[in-house]
């Protein structure tokens, strides 16, 4: 599968800008006026606009009303700045929300939701469907030739499900044409489990926990039915602007959304991350947690630049405890985008309102109005910085030599399982089991200097050195087949506890996991998992030592060799991870989940064998990583300090330029203040 984007036309530097909402403020010309003022003083280039004002444009049904968002864009226009035009699907005017109730959720127990809030539009009603294809023709229509328009942003964070009679028969008829038949269909989900044999389609529920492959269904259904409404809303985009790319906001390892299957229909991708730095000793590990999912959109975009749409220029105000970002941490945000290949960023918000669920969330105009505050100073530094970056727009980030497979149906699948320990809550970022492992296994590599990119169970990893599949529970035969011929053709896999234990369906493989004829890849055979309560370590010894957590899988040694073995609970002194030459290859398992100094040591030892080049040739102290980037005046380096404490350096005999001031050389012993990062010349 090929994800490769294109960029966006007319795009000659980095983008810098933010969600714009004029619409909350037509009774105040003169804060609209001051607005252009402001942004041209803090280098903004474009800014996302009309993301929620589908009641400005369309206050009654069929009545429009555009004078408000011609002002806008001719001011962008004269202004030389760019608009990223919303598609206004996101949330619903009253009007249409009390006139065709249909349109709005109907929650799991079966109740219909009120009108109000946003994002809970029925997925299946005929009648959004149709009335957000008329709001958008008429928006194309008008704006089709405006030479401020650069791009569509269709709707906002797409997600949640819907349960009402209509999804459920959508469902149904999902299902009908995945399967074909009932029978194959009930022998799909196991459905004689607990007299689930089905009988006729109209049987089919929307929500039964007892049926891991039903659920497992319902979230492909649910992301394909997202798709569906997507496409369809761009549908007289690219008609009447084929030349308008279009996009739309992910949020970065959301659940309920395979962001895989979205990049096939999108023109660039898009992310919104909000990291909360809170300043604590830990920090820095939630900042390698932003790299990953950078990396994500990164693979997304088959390597090619995409795009920033929402971060926060100060504290967010959703997030229990908002922190105001600490000295150097905003710069570093934006930054650490730009090393991964962001070519846009965009904060959410230009101006915080003043009512609403968000007016205390952070905005590079705050409620005083003026440019003297802390984060609009802030901004405005930050504005002049990516100016001076140009020529970084269209450059991609070296191809790593590591590759790391994130899927969405593995974790819904393992997600959907009753049995595998659950995790609590461990935020900011949405996660589980699933999720947990593959940022430890990122960490590690990324804490050994080695860059790693992100794949889908699509992507063809033929190329790389090192293929990572933490956790990939969901493993069909097809990729098992390819994993296979990697290893034959002399590339190392690194597998760990719980991989290919199901096939599509969610049913289990028979005969010993790993199932998808892995086994002789891995020489091992994996017969039973131990769940360990949260304060339970065991101990790991041999060429490895360490600690394993949550969850322990019994492994038998089948042709592979046991590097390090467990020293404590009843299976003391079994293999935990193991190696298998295999063709020309290496295949290893871990049969544990890790705690960081294991599986730091396992990578060391693999960095070696593997022979692998790091990023920089340089031992970076903890929190601090390097990254770099192309760019048309060659490769530029991104230092940084994730730590919350100052680091220091060596760089020994290296000495590297200051990318904006050459004349500044770096070398010998450099010191980070917490927070810091700096630009070099590679
Ligand atoms: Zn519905």
Redesign the pocket.
């Known amino acids: 599968m090929d994800y490769v984007k294109t960029a966006i036309p007319r795009q000659e530097r980095l983008f810098y800008g933010a969600d714009y909402n004029p619409d909350q403020w037509q009774a105040c010309p003169d804060v609209l006026e001051r607005d252009i003022e402001l942004m041209k003083e803090a280098g903004v280039t474009s800014a996302s606009v009309g993301i929620f004002s589908w009641t400005s444009l369309e206050p009654e049904e069929g009545i429009y009303e555009f004078a408000w968002l011609d002002r806008v864009m001719d001011r962008f226009a004269e202004a030389g700045m760019f608009v990223f035009l919303a598609t206004p699907s996101g949330s619903k005017p009253m009007w249409l929300s009390e006139k065709y109730p ?1 349109v709005r ?2 929650d799991k127990a079966g109740k219909r939701e009120p009108s109000g809030w946003r994002h809970n539009h ?4 005929p009648v959004y469907r149709e009335k957000a294809r008329a709001i958008n023709t008429r928006l194309a229509q008008r704006y089709q030739k405006h030479p401020a328009l650069a791009l569509w942003h269709v709707s906002n964070e797409y997600s949640g499900e ?6 459920r028969a ?1 469902f149904q008829a999902w299902l009908k044409e995945r399967y074909g038949t009932l029978d194959a269909l009930n022998e799909a989900w196991w459905s004689a489990f607990w007299n689930h044999t089905f009988t006729d389609w109209s049987q089919i529920q929307t929500n039964d926990l007892s049926m891991d492959g039903l659920q497992l269904d319902w979230l492909r259904f649910v992301n394909d039915q997202h798709v569906s409404f997507m496409r369809e809303e761009m549908v007289p985009l690219r008609e009447l602007t084929p030349d308008i790319p279009c996009t739309t906001n992910f949020m970065g390892t959301h659940e309920g959304t395979n962001y895989w299957q979205w990049a096939e229909h999108v023109d660039q991708i898009a992310n919104d991350l909000y990291p909360l730095p809170d300043d604590r000793a830990n920090t820095w590990q939630h900042a390698i947690r932003a790299d990953f999912i950078h990396s994500l959109m990164r693979g997304m975009s088959g390597g090619k630049p995409w795009m920033l749409l929402e971060c926060s220029p100060s504290s967010v105000n959703w997030g229990g405890i908002n922190k105001l970002k600490r000295p150097g941490a905003h710069r570093q945000e934006v930054l650490q985008a730009v090393a991964n290949g962001a070519s846009t960023v965009h904060y959410f918000q230009w101006r915080k309102g003043r009512g609403g669920f968000e007016k205390y969330h952070g905005a590079v105009v705050d409620h005083d109005g003026s440019n003297r505050t802390r984060v609009f100073q802030d901004c405005a530094a930050i504005g002049a910085e990516l100016a001076s970056l140009r020529s970084l727009v269209q450059g991609d980030c070296p191809v790593a030599e590591v590759a790391m497979i994130y899927d969405w149906e593995s974790r819904w699948a393992l997600n959907t399982s009753c049995g595998p320990k659950e995790l609590a809550g461990t935020g900011p970022f949405p996660s589980d089991l699933y999720t947990e492992t593959c940022f430890d296994h990122y960490e590690a590599l990324t804490r050994c200097g080695i860059a790693v990119d992100l794949l889908s169970t699509r992507s063809d990893f033929s190329g790389y050195k090192v293929l990572v599949l933490p956790a990939l529970y969901l493993l069909s035969e097809e990729l098992g087949e390819r994993i296979r011929a990697f290893v034959q053709s002399g590339g190392q896999v690194v597998a760990t506890c719980l991989t290919a234990y199901v096939e599509s369906s969610n049913k289990c493989y028979l005969g010993g996991f790993p199932g998808a004829s892995l086994r002789a890849v891995f020489g091992i055979w994996n017969e039973e998992l131990d769940n360990l309560p949260a304060d339970t370590r065991v101990e790991v010894r041999g060429a490895v030592e360490g600690s394993a957590k949550d969850v322990v899988e019994r492994i038998h040694l089948d042709g592979a060799v046991s590097l390090a073995q467990a020293g404590s609970e009843f299976y003391a002194g079994e293999a935990l991870i193991t190696e298998n030459d295999y063709g020309n290859g290496v295949a290893s398992y871990l049969a544990a989940r890790f705690e960081m100094p294991a599986l730091l040591a396992f990578y060391r030892r693999l960095l070696e064998k593997a022979s692998l080049c790091r990023s920089i040739d340089l031992d970076l102290p903890e929190g601090v990583v390097f990254r770099c980037r192309d760019s048309s005046e060659g490769r530029v380096g991104f230092l940084f300090n994730y730590s919350n404490q100052s680091r220091e350096v060596e760089f020994g005999k290296l000495a590297m330029a200051a990318y904006l001031d050459p004349q500044t050389t770096y070398s010998g012993t450099i010191e980070l203040a917490p927070y810091e990062s700096r630009i070099l010349r590679v």
């Open positions: 249909e959720r109907v029925c997925l299946s009603s819907c349960h009402c009679q209509s999804c959508a």
